[in-house]
Structures are given as C-alpha cells and as structure tokens.
C-alpha cells in the first residue's frame, strides 16, 4: 500500500519534471501554480507513504528505496521551506527532476537493502541516516541555486533584452537560498558523518578510510566544507561556485553509487 | 446601440490640427453643454489631451453631425478638418473607446496616464448632465474593461524610461534594493534622474564624487548624500552597490584592475555600473568580471526598446480582451433594449383580449358587423389605454441608466418571456430605423 501512495506521488511529481523543463524556456505563471500544487500534494501522498511505511513496522531504515523516497520527500520539503520564504518556484526546476528521478527509482518494487544485520546500535543507524540525508537535500538546493546563479548571471551579462522577462528570481535572492542551504545542510552532513563513523566503530571496531564508500563521503564532506569556506571568506559564487557545488553533487552521487560496492557499507537485494 | 464618435488622434492629425482643437478645461463643461444640445444628439461628452481629441455621443438616429458640430464649435473648413478625422459607429465606436481608455490607442502604449484623463472628461460631462443613461453605461464598462487589460496583461507593466530600465535591471541584481548605495561619478541630469529613481525605490546613502568638487557636494545636498573628493573615487567606491557614471573623460575611468579591487574589497557581491558616458566610462574589460554588471548608454537603450515591442505583443493580448468586451456589452444592451419587452406586453395583452372576446361570444348572440366592430374597438380601446402609460415609462426608462430596473419590474409583473429571437429582431428593427435618413 505504502508503494501505491508513492507512484501517486511519482505522479505529482511528474508535473513538476514537465514544469521544470518548460520554465527553462518559458515563463508561465498559471504552470508554475500548477506545479507547486501538484508538488504539494506529491507531497502529502509521499508523507502517507513514508507514514505507512513506518506505522507497518516493515520498515527497513537501511533500504535503499526507503532512503531515496525520505530524501525525495526531505528535498521537497527544503524546497517548500525556501518557497515559503522567498516565494519563487525556480529552484524546482533542479529540485523536481532530482526528486522525480530518486522517486522513481524508490517506486520501483525490488527492494535492495543494506547489510546491517550485524550492525548493534539501531539509534545510532536511524540517526546517521536521517542526519545524512538532510545534509543530501540541502546539497541538491545549494546545488541548484548556484546553477540558476550562474543562468541568471549570463542573462544579465548577455544585455538581451528577453533577460528582462525572466522566470528567475533576482540574483541575490537565489545567492541567499544557495548560501542559507549550504549553511544550512553543513552541520547535518557532518553529525551525519560522525555517527556514520560511530556506527562504523561499534560494529567493526574501526573506520576503514580506504573504503570507496567512506573515502567518498569524507571527499565530498570535504568539498562542502571548501564551498562554505571560500563563500565565507572571500565570498566565491557564480561560477567559481558552481563549479565547486557540481564538484560536491557528483561527489556525493558517487559516494551514493558506492553503496553498490563497498564491503561495508553495501546493499544488496532483499 | 446608437453610439457615434468621431476625433483625432496623434496618428491621424498632426499637432497643428491637434492644437486647434485642443480645449481647456475651464471651457470643457460649456462645450459638453453645447454638444449635448446639438441637433440629432442625446448625450455626449468630449475627451481632449495632448494627443486626441474625441467626441462620443449617443444619438438619436445613429446618424447625428458630428463633423458640423466641430466646424461650427471649433470655426474650422471642412477642408482644413475633415482629412485628419476618424469617425466610428456602434459597435465600432464601443470598440475604440475601449481601447482608447486601456491605453492601446496611446502614443505609448500602456501609459497609465490617459486612464485617468479619460475619467476627468466623463465626470465634467456628467457634472453638467449632458452624460446619462447610454454613454454612462458605455463609460462605466469601459473603466472596468481598462482595469481588467491592465490586471490581466502585462501592458503597462514595462517602464519605458532608461531611468526606470536602470531601476528594473537593478532590481533583478539585488531583488530589494532597500539599503542599497548609489555612487555618482560626475554629477549631470541624466544620472541625477536615474539617482532619484532609485532613491525612490529604496536606495540608502548616496555618495558623489566629480572633477569639481563644489558640484558634487551641491548635488549630494540635493540627495542627503555625500561628497567624495575625485581622487578618493577607487577607494570608496566599493562601499556602493550601484554606481552611476556619467563623466566626460576621454578614456575609460574604470578599468580591469579596478574591477578586481572592488570585488576583492567587498568580498565578491556584486555591483552595477549605469555608464551613460559616451565615450564608456568602464572599460570592456572591466565589465566582463563575474560579478561586475555594466550597461551602457546603448544596452539600456536596446532594453527600452525592447520593453515597447514586448508592450506590442502585450497589446495584442488586450485587444482579444476588448474583442470579447465589446461583444459582451453588445448583448448586456439587447437585454436593456425595451423594444422586445413592450411587443410582448403587447402580445401578452391582445392575447388576453382575444380570449375574453372568444369566451363572452357564445353569450352575445349572433352580432351584426357594425356591432362586431364596435365591440373589436371598445376592448382594443381599454388595451390601450391601459398600456399607455407602462409603454411611455418604458420607453423613457431606455435613456436612463435605471432601464434595467424597470425592465426587469415590468417583465415580472405581466410574467413576459421576451425570447431571444424577438430581441433579435428589434433589434434590427432599430438599426433599419436608424439608417432612414
């Protein structure tokens, strides 16, 4: 039942996909009111999913679908919170597309799972998890806010005329959401990265740096904490930031491809 | 629908015509009055501006003369006039005071200002009576059907004036521009204009630095701002966010290395350079720095330019919404016409008459013609005595604005349907009436 409420979900969001690649070439005031309901309400039938999920008791925190579906929902939700602030939709159209494709994939229903049999503190795994994927989302926005920063700017670099008439909100604005993200999702990666390391110790007795999964997340946790340093120091955005956030997206895609071939942190079908 | 208007515009007579006509407003009630007791005419009204003058009426018959009036108000030959005149009827004279009043018409199209003249003219034609039922109807639609384009379209919603692109473009840099700093660098008109529109948007201090010092502090005085000595122009001139340059230096004033200095300094947010200098005040090179937005004297001009076309494609969309408009108000004007309501009152009453006749006959007896015809009179003499007066009340509702009123008390009392074929047909009815001469 949970998977059905899920693909309900899926639906919603396909509207978001469709706006996201409309807005990149039209701006469309009555489709983006649209996509934002459609969003809202994904929203609530992924919230009944995740809810159902875990009222069954049938959830497995290490599931690899569960994960994505909570990841999906945190990035939506993160999205709505900047919504509400700001009240512009374009950072869905990167938002959207990540949410629609981690939902789908989460829809689908073969269920890998990660080995934690052995693992002893289940606090600790729900908390790692939890933490880990708030940081994820907060990485997806900051991430999408530094492209739309770097559109914005060659709009109003290029002087066409069009830029004028843009879906896109004013480029400070899209540089705050970009930094507040960042600041935001800074401290949960690295709780999340602690007590992925304390669950690490108390079931192997250590912390295998030379793992591809754990060299990964250290690699992209320590790109992040570049990213929130130049742009506090001497305050990198545009492209220098864009490339640094593409930089740490892939990282962290990478870190999440590893789960597939880690000895450690690996999943496997269920 | 007997709407009759006739003008000029700033696309069909040049200012010479224009300003002959042109009249003030202490003479605009009297030429209300005069128009409204002009033969054929019922009611009228007179809009002039700088850019038009427009005569609207309601006439009699559809056919008033309106090129006579403004020969005999303005002393004007037919052949120094006529030529530059539009004249339209009905449906069309509904359509361009539609558009007239939504700014479509207008030199520049969208400008918020005719609006407003066009409800001056209608209260002073109103204040002396010659404005009542029809073109008060007629006025009333068209100042919603302008609030409905300008809500509904974004035709007035580009400004046109370099100093409100510079205000727009900067606000698609900074979002709010409230706290924002302006730097001047040399102190002219232009760039004093472009200040105050920012100021008015929001801007925080003001900073001026100009080769003579004394006209740098006379203009910060101006704005609450403050002087800066030209030579302490690179040191300060980070501290603002938007910079507004409009020097007569031969060369560029700032350059690349500068650029970088700003940035560096203010830790890489960015800034916008208004350089309305020619020659360019910010060197090419300068203005191609990530974070360094420079537009120039022609790039706001091309962005001015581009706000008119996209007011053009804007229009368009506005003349759909007058297209439905006028059709609504041409059907909103059948449900007011009177004619098919008193045909069918008429109907409804002969019906009756008929019935009764048929019904007391039996009882009469054979009755030889002569009395036939006098029963026939006597009873079509009580109908029409009796539909005199809600017939008289009827027709006169029609001129005044509460015809919908009394149509609706009248359709209700005798329980009329007035079919949608019958309106129909009065209606041409009216408009062959009205084309007899």
Redesign the interface.
């Known amino acids: 039942m949970s998977l059905l409420w899920l693909r309900f979900a899926l639906g919603c969001y396909f509207v978001g996909l469709v706006y996201a690649f409309v807005a990149l070439s039209r701006t469309s005031d009555l489709f983006s009111r649209v996509a934002l309901h459609a969003a809202s309400l994904g929203m609530v039938f992924h919230f009944v999913s995740l809810t159902e999920l875990f009222l069954s008791g049938q959830v497995v925190w290490a599931s690899v679908h569960n994960g994505e579906s909570l990841l999906a929902f945190f990035s939506m939700a993160f999205f709505m919170v900047i919504y509400t602030a700001y009240q512009t939709t374009s950072p869905g159209v990167v938002v959207f597309p990540v949410v629609f494709f981690l939902t789908f994939i989460a829809a689908v229903d073969e269920q890998p799972v990660l080995l934690t049999s052995f693992v002893s503190h289940k606090g600790w795994l729900i908390a790692h998890i939890i933490l880990i994927f708030t940081g994820y989302a907060a990485l997806v926005l900051s991430f999408g806010a530094s492209l739309l920063y770097l559109l ?2 060659r709009r ?2 290029s ?1 066409k ?6 879906f896109l ?5 899209i540089d705050q959401i970009g930094y507040r993200s960042l600041l935001l999702g800074f401290p949960f990666m690295t709780l999340g990265l602690l007590t992925g390391s304390v669950v690490a110790v108390t079931t192997y007795g250590h912390v295998d740096f030379l793992d591809p999964k754990i060299l990964l997340s250290v690699l992209m946790w320590a790109v992040y904490m570049v990213m929130v340093f130049t742009r506090w120091n ?7 930031a864009a490339f640094l956030a593409t930089f740490a997206f892939v990282a962290a895609l990478a870190a999440w491809a590893a789960n597939y071939f880690s000895a450690i942190h690996r999943f496997a079908a269920s | 629908m007997r709407f009759q208007l006739i003008g000029v515009n700033h696309k069909s007579a040049p200012l010479e015509v224009r300003e002959r006509l042109a009249i003030p407003d202490s003479r605009l009630p009297d030429t209300c009055r005069d128009l409204a007791a002009y033969p054929g005419i019922e009611e009228g009204m007179v809009i002039s501006t700088c850019n038009r003058v427009e005569v609207v009426t309601h006439t009699v018959n559809g056919h008033a003369d309106l090129r006579g009036f403004l020969h005999d108000h303005f002393h004007l030959k037919p052949e120094e006039l006529d030529a530059h005149l539009y004249e339209f009827r009905e449906k069309d004279a509904v359509r361009h005071l539609f558009r007239v009043a939504s700014s479509l018409d207008s030199m520049v199209v969208g400008e918020a200002q005719i609006l407003g003249q066009v409800k001056e003219a209608y209260a002073t034609a109103r204040a002396v009576g010659a404005v009542r039922g029809q073109l008060d109807q007629l006025f009333s639609r068209a100042f919603a059907v302008a609030k409905r384009v300008r809500s509904e379209t974004a035709v007035g919603s580009s400004s046109v004036s370099i100093a409100s692109v510079a205000v727009e473009l900067a606000k698609k840099i900074f979002g709010s521009l409230q706290g924002k700093n302006v730097f001047i660098v040399g102190a002219g008109k232009m760039s004093e204009l472009a200040a105050r529109h920012l100021m008015a948007h929001g801007c925080g201090s003001i900073f001026v630095a100009n080769r003579t010092y004394e006209r740098a502090i006379g203009l910060a005085q101006k704005f609450d701002g403050q002087a800066i000595k030209f030579e302490d122009l690179y040191a300060t001139c980070d501290r603002a966010d938007i910079v507004i340059t409009s020097t007569g230096a031969p060369h560029a004033i700032f350059r690349r290395e500068h650029g970088e200095q700003f940035l560096a300094r203010r830790k890489n947010r960015p800034m916008f350079f208004i350089d309305i200098a020619v020659p360019r005040d910010v060197s090419q090179d300068m203005a191609k720095l990530d974070g360094i937005f420079a537009y120039d004297i022609d790039d706001l001009q091309q962005a001015v330019t581009s706000h008119v076309a996209d007011r053009r494609k804007e229009a368009e969309r506005a003349e759909a919404i007058i297209a439905s408009e006028v059709e609504r108000f041409e059907a909103r004007l059948q449900t007011l016409d009177v004619v098919p309501t008193i045909v069918s009152l008429q109907d409804h009453l002969e019906t009756i008459r008929q019935a009764e006749i048929d019904r007391v006959r039996g009882r009469l007896g054979q009755l030889s013609p002569e009395q036939e015809i006098a029963v026939e009179a006597l009873t079509r003499g009580i109908i029409n005595k009796v539909m005199h007066t809600p017939i008289t009340t009827l027709k006169s509702a029609a001129k005044e604005s509460e015809a919908t009123t009394v149509v609706d008390v009248v359709r209700r009392l005798f329980n009329l349907q007035v079919k949608e074929t019958q309106a129909k047909e009065a209606q041409s009815k009216n408009a062959e009436a009205g084309t007899r001469p």
């Open positions: 914005q700017e109003l670099k002087k005329p069009t830029s004028l008439i843009s909100p004013a480029l400070e604005v001497s305050g990198w955005r545009g492209r220098r």
